[in-house]
């Protein structure tokens, strides 16, 4: 069977990590790359757990920091709320290292206002988390919703990840108004062009997409629910974007 790495990414997580690293109890290393918690996240953690405090940044670069600081070649990314389930794991056993594949995308169930999804796209929500780190780079260009570039070859899992997520509109609404400005601006230094019309019309095209396309309809009042919300979502990242343009009288930087 390949050695694994399982890496957990914190910050103020003491509600969360505990729960995590029991559902990686299987893994040959667990290494927890903290940002400094204050929180006491890093106390009492089951023997044989590795810390590495490593100061915040953003995502990419503190995945990238995991791909070198782990032991094995073969490395899972977990995050503090989500659980590998023992079906996840036996597969994981299973196929890592007997298949000619460099990385594996993970389907993830998403929990959301004590519901599990079924469409909306938080189900399959599939994530590149498992991959040899020595054919793996995370894009330092996307410092929200982070991509790895998998030199080689890359497959799926069939078995789930469990993201235990936003339990209260509130949380949800606060996450992704953080989100929209580094959003916003991560477009906007790839060039995206400012549209007069986008601020009303993406909006609407982001609810349809969650709600019709990707069958948001499926979790009824939820993910209509769900639906508005990245709709407005999209709006602010919109108006962020156009901020963006004005600060720099209609030039992109480069």
């Known amino acids: 069977m390949t050695a694994i790495s399982a890496i957990v990414i914190a910050r103020n997580e003491t509600a969360n990590l505990a729960d995590c690293l ?86 993830r169930r998403n929990r959301i206002f004590g519901r599990w999804m079924q469409g ?6 599939f994530q590149l988390r498992i991959m040899n780190r020595h054919r793996a780079v995370y894009a330092a260009d996307r410092p929200v919703h982070e991509l790895v570039e998998i030199n080689g070859t890359v497959e799926r899992m069939r078995h789930p990840l469990e993201h235990f997520s936003y339990a209260s509109v509130e949380e949800f609404r606060a996450r992704q108004r953080a989100l929209a400005g580094p959003v ?56 962020a974007l156009r901020a963006c343009w004005s600060a720099t009288d209609g030039k992109a930087r480069r």
Not at 120 to 125: F, H, I, K, L, V
Not at 186 to 215: D, H, I, K, Y
């Open 22 to 107: 029991a559902t990686l109890a299987w893994a040959d290393e667990r290494l927890v790359l903290d940002s400094f918690s204050t929180d006491g996240t890093t106390r009492d953690l089951p023997p044989g757990v590795r810390v590495v405090e490593r100061r915040w940044t953003d995502f990419p670069t503190q995945r990238n920091a995991g791909l070198r600081l782990a032991v094995h070649d073969w490395v899972l990314f977990v995050d503090a709320d989500e659980r590998v389930t023992p079906e996840l794991s036996q597969e994981v056993a299973t196929r890592v290292g007997s298949e000619a594949c460099d990385g594996y995308w993970v389907p």
């Open 120 to 125: 909306a796209g938080w189900w399959p929500d």
């Open 184 to 239: 916003a601006e991560m477009l906007f230094e790839s060039g995206m062009r400012r549209r007069p019309t986008a601020v009303v019309l993406q909006p609407l095209r982001e609810f349809w997409r969650r709600m019709v396309s990707q069958r948001g309809y499926r979790d009824g009042g939820v993910g209509l629910l769900l639906a508005a919300l990245m709709a407005e979502h999209e709006w602010q990242v919109q108006r």
